[in-house]
């Protein structure tokens, strides 16, 4: 079988969520489908090291991807002819875009529908682009995968997506992430935070991340606790980041607060397996990658009670509205002052994790490939 895959979120270094998620599970299906071959779609120059297999042929079409003009070109024009000239059996797409244009059975994978939700957070040409196209893409698919039951609801109720066409994968935790030695925690505390406990953050800061609120919560809970713990932001500067340098140009505590920057993937299980708990206040999600990974280096958590959040989460961690500052900070200084809540949170961390698995979210997607395969095939 011929599989062309869209995979222009395989950036070198710059793997963050849909990237994640298109690294894990075509990787996967190149190692298990030695069979298959794949032709994988780039839209700019690409690391060979994302060639996973001899069963790989990578071909680059321009132009790159990045702004809606674009897309429509990379997928109605670009895609469409390489789709038409290689003649996959599927084309499987994990980012949430299709051609339209192409008659190629297509698997789709959607993410969120945070753009019904949040639509003042994007920039007019992008919301514009997505209430237009997603619902057009979604009914296009022959089959689709969302990667929570949150988002499968989504689809189904705002798109009026029939249920039997969509399959739910979940995400995974990526390799290299466990719990550190005592040792391996006080070096880490030495390297991120000036040999001081704190709290981290992980992902790109923009406003649905929520992270000017976080800022304020933390400065609450420095005037509370009196502690030396610091607040970590690991993450690239994204967009609409006004609030956020705002809260913290105005806090008295911002020796406190460190920004990283985009750290490349060795570094973060020393980062996250530092951490005296790992907080995510976003306002929406598809799933949330992160709060999994913190499980993993067994963390505990404090997490928004938000979207598909709270299916992530389950018991093993701190549910709080991303709206209500005071609560977060008086969940901050819970963790900080009770070792007996962090032990029961990283406890049934370690259960929940087990839901949850590159491995299965693998599964899922392949037998959705194989699945419209057979029946194109009858």
Known sequence: MRVAVNTRFLLSDKLEGIGRYTY??????????????FIFLF???????FVFGKNVKAVVIAPPARHPFLWYIWFEHSVARALNRYQPHVFFSPDAYLSLTAKTPTVLTIHDLAHEYLPEQLPVLVRNYYRYFVPRYCRRADRIV???DFSRQDIEQIYRIPAEKISVTGNGCREGLKPLTAAEKTAAKTQFASGKDY???????????NVHRLLQAFELFKQRSGSEVKLVLCGRMAWKTDEVARSYQQSQYRDDIIFTGFLPDQELP???GGALAFVYPSLFEGFGIPVLEAMHCEVPVLSSNASALPEVVGQAGLLLSPFDVNGWAEAMQRIWFDEALQRELVDVGKQQRRLFSWER?????????????GQNNK
Do not use: M, N, Y
Not at 24 to 37: G, K, S
Not at 43 to 49: I, V
Not at 199 to 209: D, E, N, S, T
């Open 361 to 373: 979210a693998t599964d899922v997607v392949e037998q959705a490939i194989i699945g419209i395969a």
């Open 270 to 272: 020393r980062l996250l």
């Open 199 to 209: 709290f981290l953050f992980i992902g790109a800061i923009h406003p649905r991340k």
């Open 146 to 148: 969302s990667v929570s």
């Open 24 to 37: 894990e599970i075509v990787r996967r299906l190149v190692e298990r489908h030695t069979d298959w071959e």
């Open 43 to 49: 839209d700019r120059p690409f690391d060979p090291g």
